[in-house]
Structures are given as C-alpha cells and as structure tokens.
C-alpha cells in the first residue's frame, strides 16, 4: 500500500497542471493589477508551461512599470513572449465613441454614460459647448470622467490653434468664437453654406442688429435636452431669457451645442456679403438677401411650397 503512494503527486499534477487553451480567449487588466496576478492568471489559463516566465521577463528587461491596462485577446497558441508584448506595449482591445456635431453637452453626456465598457456615472453636465464632436478610442474599464476630459481639451485646443490664426473685431475671445459657431452649427448643415451664414450673422453684430438666430430660442426654451425638432410659435419669439436674439442684441451668453470645427472655421473665415438675412428653403439650402423686402418675399416662397406644419413638436 505504501509503495503506491508515490503515485498520488503525479496524479495530483496532472490533475492540476492547467492545460493549453484550445480556443482564444479575453483577458483584462484593470488598472493597479500587480505583475503576481497577472503570472497566477496566465499559468492557471495555460498560456505558461512553466510558472514564472511573466515574472522573470518583467525583472530582465525592468518593464514592471509598463503595464499597460486594457482588454486583451489572447489568441490560442500565442507565445508567452507575445504576450508579454502585449501587456507592455498596450496592444488591448480598443473600443471606439463617435460624438456627433451639433449635440448639446446634455445629449453627449447621454451618450458616454450609454457607451459599454466604461466606468462610472455621469452626473455632472459640462459647461455648454466645452466638449469637441469626434471619433474616440477607449479601453474597456476606462473612467466615463476620462472621455469628457479627453473631450474638453481637444475643444480647448482646437480654438486656440484656430483662433490665432484668424481674428474678427466683433468676435473678441475665443469663447465668443465657439458661441458663434454653435448658432452656425444648428443654422445649417451644409459646409458651402455656413461661411455665409457666418457673414450674415458678423454683419448684423457690426450694425448693431439683433441676430433673430431661432436655434438659440430652441435652446432657451429646451434647456439644451435637444438639439432641434421644436417648431417655434410667435409667443416662443417673446420668451425672457437672454438667449432670446429676437429681443437682445449681441451674443448669447454661452453656446447652444458642441459645434465642429468646420463652423468654428466658418466663423473665423466668413464669405464676405451684403447680405443680413437669410430664410430656409425648404429644402436644406437658404436664400440670403440684403433688403428686408427681398427676405419677406423668400419667406413667403418658403410658406407657399413647404406649408409648414403649425404644430410645435419636441
């Protein structure tokens, strides 16, 4: 009996020796994960014949501070070498976020809270118009609070890279730039379009004009929670709040969505015109004119062929 007990440490290796994956599979390394767990989990996965090559290649080359966290895929048969690359030159899974144009921080925010593989809650909204519409890269385990980080300073450093290279005397700093380039944004989405609705708008702030701009009425009375869709009534024209330019003049006091650098460019470089009024078609594009009698007379046109419909809708 006691000659066969040799036999039961070999049974019990065998038993515990982690055999290779046959298929490939995902693993995550959050951040703060030490080099131990990752050795344990890498033997115990069978992606390391022998325990401890993780850790004596981390010593050799003195990469333990390079790790690099993020989801991985660990293809079947992949080497440990490999996958010491992997970890340390941070070759993760990437998950991508498009922030589209023209959305109010409110609505972005929605959207990273709704992005999966994030971390945290959102419950603070941005300053208005402080977050840039792009397409970002994420991994997954990532702080929601890192996006709109991200966010806020390619906005940030998107004006100052523009607005030195182009300057308007009705537009002073880039704050009035950016708060500029949002009523652009939400006034028309073709880019032939918006340098000339940029015009008209800078030379109504040159004559003192108000800019009747309804978008930013839109944003008074919607509280930024959407970005359009709101037909406005007449009595929506008399609203007390300073984002009424139909009853203050200037500029108000903060954009009305995250604009995109075409209209940020498009306010720094303007089509130069007469024009100070411009009316939708109908049909996407406008019709500018100089004369107030002309822009009633393409108002009429608009009413005659669109026949709007006079219920306002959110």
Known sequence: MKKSLWILPIIFIIWWYPKEPAEDSYYTITP???????????????????????????????????ICAGEYLLPAGISPIDIFIKFTKGDSIVHRLTIPEGLTVFQIVQLINKAPHLKGVLTIIPQEGSLFPTTLNYNKGQERSEIVTRLQKLMIEKLEELCTKQKNPQLQTPHDVLVMASIVERESKLSNERPIIAGVFLNRLEKGMKLQADPCIIYAITKGRVAGGYRLRKVDMMIDSPYNCYKYCGLPPTPICCPSEESIKAVLEPQKSDSLYFVTTGFGNHRFSKHYKVHRQNISLWRKKCKPNKMRKI
């Open 32 to 66: 703060g994960t030490s080099a131990f767990k990752i050795q344990n989990d890498l033997f115990r996965m069978g992606y390391e014949k022998f325990y401890g090559f993780f850790l004596i290649r981390l010593l050799m080359t003195g990469k333990r501070s390079h």
